[in-house]
């Protein structure tokens, strides 16, 4: 997009923000959501530049939580991300995480798959795990290979946060500390998670109230919850998660676009 | 079989030199750099041939100055007849593969001369596009031919997307968005507000920064800036921690050298300067380490060997057993790895459209700016900060006609493009 037109955000990405530039204008409907139940959340995945304009739906991620037991849960998570010249990335993984106040994972399998620029399959560029968080360590086979890695503390994933936070007390009582799996691929240690002490932001007619996490290797992420207790929007730092009916098409028509 | 080693390239963006725990930078958390470094060589003296994005990575993949690539700045195409890393390593017998940045010129091409493309990215979005190349590059490392040896390139965005914080957080509010990390913040640099006088014009323009200007910025919003830095450069630390797992994985680590650097440094509150593209070394000094295999010996800690980023070519060639591309301006390291002492009285680098020459002998920096009688002379040794310019002291007259010839010299024997613009080209009497 040319420079002028296009103007530097010059703060932080917040739910007002957002709303200001256009990328917020309405959360789904909010019917009957229970935190502790079954549901679905698709996310659009937009990235931003520091400017206002010119920014990129880059795809979603929808997460499915269903309850298995009083102690576990499964997600099943898909995200699917657009990249520059029509390859796409894929990820998705089944994960057997504990009913617990970070919904720690104990074992997954993750897919991770390629598309060529005209979409084609790459079989040679996808790769399936098995993973397990035991014993003080991650474990993760692929193809019969063994990578373990030490960890300390509670461990969970990033997108295990997305269910955990919606059922976390939101008052300055909530303070944890635990390592977190990003994508359940990248291990960043300590991190913190907190309610945070800002006033309540409002966006698309809704009154937002955020948890943020922060530590090594990563910005601090905002995660902001509606009236309902429901996450309605993740900024990590310079990447937005939004709730969102229409994220999937969008995606889809991003991908056309750079396949085009 | 072909027992030639795997080569890995690491390439980062926009990375400080002083950026690595194990090598004393006491804010950061990068154990997985720390690792390569504790297992081989690091040179602390390594310089780009241009602090800027793609002029840079067409000297690494060509080993020629950028006014011999005509790749001066951004969005220019490497110069026709030049081979490149990925063509001599393939017509060499390597598998090449490349996943993640390119920028010489498209971004994030799905096509790149010379080496099949793993996995793209979206253009300055680090924080989605580095997984996914760490993501092509396990899963090509899971899934490859191991019939032939790799030359692989892990081309990360991180830590360039501080250039997004730096328009995120332009205007100092006066508060810390998070309040919550003040404890943490690092402390400014000792050169922080260094103004090594006289300036020439064009470092003066850039001295404060773009955005600390512009912003207003307080001690407090600098220091945010470098915590918020070092952040950028652990989210590298931890794809580079998923790509070795992955060689542990797929036994490979043992034969595979492992060249870690970047194309170029930042600001880093040095000088009060954000961003890259001067001939300070905040801006143009990076890290450089080399790990594995029988040539490279661990824990070394090169403080002496001039580098230059025109040097990843040779270097690997030589591990691979083949000849450097005719007409390399770098010269391959492993003498050096080996603990012998180079013959390299000075390196060289480019800046700002051609408009800016730097000559890095062993003791001092020299810098020249086109159409201005001002200059820069450092005494690197005892003035590491660049602090005080010597260039109007009389007792270091001689080190400034010396290096003057130098820079002359270097000049003199260059390819330069047969297209290479007027105001590009430097004359000397």
Redesign the interface.
């Known amino acids: 997009m040319p420079p002028n037109e296009r103007r ?6 917040t739910p007002e923000c957002l709303d200001r530039i256009g990328v917020i204008e309405s959360f789904p409907n909010a019917s009957a959501f229970d935190p502790n139940g079954e549901w679905t959340h698709t996310y659009l ?1 937009w ?5 206002d304009k010119g920014n ?1 739906d ?1 795809g979603y991620l929808t997460i499915t939580r269903q309850p298995t037991s009083a102690e576990m849960i499964e997600l099943d998570v898909v995200t699917e ?1 657009a ?5 796409g ?1 894929r ?1 998705s993984a089944n994960i057997r995480c504990r009913n617990d106040n970070v919904a720690s994972p104990e074992s997954w399998e993750l897919d ?1 798959t ?1 598309t ?2 005209s979409g084609e399959d790459l ?5 399936h795990q098995d993973a397990t968080v035991s014993d003080g360590q991650v474990a993760v086979t ?2 019969g ?3 373990a ?1 030490p960890v300390e503390g509670p461990t969970t994933g990033d997108w295990c946060l997305f269910d955990a936070v919606q059922r976390l007390p939101q008052n300055d009582t909530t303070r944890l500390s635990c390592n977190v799996l ?2 359940m ?5 300590d991190q ?1 998670i ?1 309610f945070s002490s800002r006033k309540p932001a409002r966006a698309a007619g809704h009154e937002l109230r955020c948890f ?1 996490r ?1 530590g ?5 992420t905002d995660y902001w919850l509606d009236e309902s207790g429901r996450l309605v929007l993740v900024v ?4 937005v998660y939004l709730l969102s009916d229409t994220a999937i098409d969008t995606y889809q028509i991003n991908l056309a676009r750079q396949r085009a | 079989m072909d027992t030639r080693p795997n080569i890995l390239l690491v390439l980062t963006d926009q990375q400080h030199a002083d950026t690595i725990g194990e090598l004393g930078q006491a804010h950061v ?1 990068t154990p997985a750099i720390d690792e390569l470094v504790r297992g081989g060589t690091s040179f602390t003296q390594s310089y780009c041939a241009n602090p800027v994005c793609s002029p840079s990575r067409s000297s690494i993949f060509t080993s020629r100055t950028t006014s011999e690539t005509n790749v001066w700045t951004n969005g220019r195409s490497i110069r026709p007849g030049l081979p490149t890393m990925g063509e001599h390593f393939r017509e060499a017998g390597y598998d090449t593969a490349y996943a993640g940045k390119w920028h010489v010129p ?6 790149i001369e010379g080496f099949r ?9 680090g ?3 580095d ?2 190349a ?3 590059c ?3 490392l ?3 031919d191991t019939s032939k040896p790799f030359l692989m390139v892990a081309s990360y965005m991180q830590p360039h ?1 501080i ?9 100092d ?1 006066g508060d810390l ?2 309040p ?2 003040a404890g943490e913040l690092p402390p400014l640099p000792d050169n922080f507000a260094a103004i090594p006088e006289p300036l020439p014009a064009a470092i003066a323009k850039k001295h404060n920064g773009l955005e600390p200007r512009y ?1 207003n910025w307080s001690d407090t919003h600098f220091r945010y800036y470098i915590w ?1 830095y070092l ?2 450069v ?2 590298v ?3 580079l ?2 790509l070795l ?2 060689l ?4 490979v680590r043992r034969d595979t050298v492992v060249l870690f650097t970047s194309d170029h440094g930042e600001g880093m509150a040095n000088h009060a300067m954000t961003r890259k593209g001067f001939l300070y070394d905040e801006s143009v000094r990076v890290p450089f380490v080399i790990n594995g295999g029988e040539h490279v010996q661990s824990g070394v800690v090169d403080e002496k060997t001039l580098v230059s980023g025109m040097d990843i070519l040779p270097t690997l060639c030589d591990f691979a057993g083949i000849e450097s591309p005719p007409g390399a301006k770098g010269v391959s390291l492993l003498p050096a790895l080996a603990g012998s002492e180079m013959d390299r009285p000075f390196v060289a680098s480019e800046c700002s459209n051609n408009q800016e020459q730097m000559i890095r002998s062993f003791r001092y920096k020299y810098i020249a700016y086109k159409d201005d009688p001002i200059e820069q002379l450092f005494d690197m040794q005892d003035d590491p900060g660049e602090t005080q310019n010597l260039s109007v002291d009389e007792t270091h007259r001689a080190v400034l006609e010396e290096h003057r010839d130098l820079l002359a010299g270097w000049i003199g024997h260059l390819d330069l493009a047969p297209d290479l613009p007027e105001e590009c080209r430097w004359e000397f009497d």
């Open positions: 530097v955000l010059d703060n932080p990405i995945v990235t931003n530049h520091g400017y990129i880059a991300i990249l520059l010249d029509g390859i990335g990820t991770s390629f060529g620029p079989p040679d560029q996808n790769t692929i193809g290979r063994l990578s890695t990003e994508r691929l990248a291990l960043k240690r913190s907190w943020t922060a090594t290797a990563t910005l601090p990590a730092y310079n990447m | 958390q498209a971004c994030y091409p799905n096509s493309v793993l996995s793209s990215g979206i253009g300055h979005q924080t989605v596009s997984p996914l760490t993501d092509g396990v899963n090509y899971h899934g490859r997307d250039c997004e914080w730096l328009r995120l957080n332009r205007v509010t968005h998070y919550e990390i912003g918020s952040r950028h652990e989210m630390d931890a794809e921690a998923r797992a992955a542990d994985a797929t036994n």
